[in-house]
């Protein structure tokens, strides 16, 4: 939002805001992604791995369930974007669901930030 302070123009100021937020989050998704699968691939497996693993499963339904759009909205104001999007990836929510919410989020900020600079500098 440092573009509209500046006097950039505020639509094309918050659009490049938004596009080069929400691709950062596409490639952290995808990234995170095949970064698991190869981890997944060398991971060695014991009695004991597969027994967490069946109640990190639960508690990751739990968490798709309920608390991917929680943690959509208030984590990137909290820990930021990417930050959020790595949580929801390790809690194994689904890359699409991880996709929609965070672009609704971003959506919603971008635009919330974008109309408080615009209108804040312009009571200045």
Same mark, same amino acid.
């Given at each position: 939002m440092l573009a509209i302070a500046l006097g950039l123009n505020p639509v094309w100021?918050?659009? =490049? $805001?938004? !596009?080069g937020n929400w691709l950062t989050v596409l490639l952290m998704i995808f990234l995170f992604h095949r970064w698991q699968e190869w981890r997944n691939k060398k991971r060695?497996?014991?009695?004991?791995?597969l027994q967490e693993s069946k109640k990190?499963?639960?508690a990751h339904k739990v968490f798709v369930k309920y608390g991917l759009p929680g943690l $959509? *909205?208030? /984590?990137? =104001? =909290? *820990? /930021? !974007?990417e930050v959020a999007v790595v949580f929801a990836m390790i809690f194994n929510a689904p890359r699409k669901n991880v996709l929609i919410w965070m672009t609704v989020s971003l *959506?919603?900020?971008t635009v919330l930030f974008a109309a408080a600079t615009y209108y804040g500098f312009g009571l200045f």
């Open positions: 100021s918050t659009i =490049l $805001a938004f !596009t060695m497996y014991d009695e004991r791995q990190s499963r639960r $959509a *909205v208030i /984590g990137p =104001l =909290l *820990v /930021g !974007t *959506v919603f900020w």
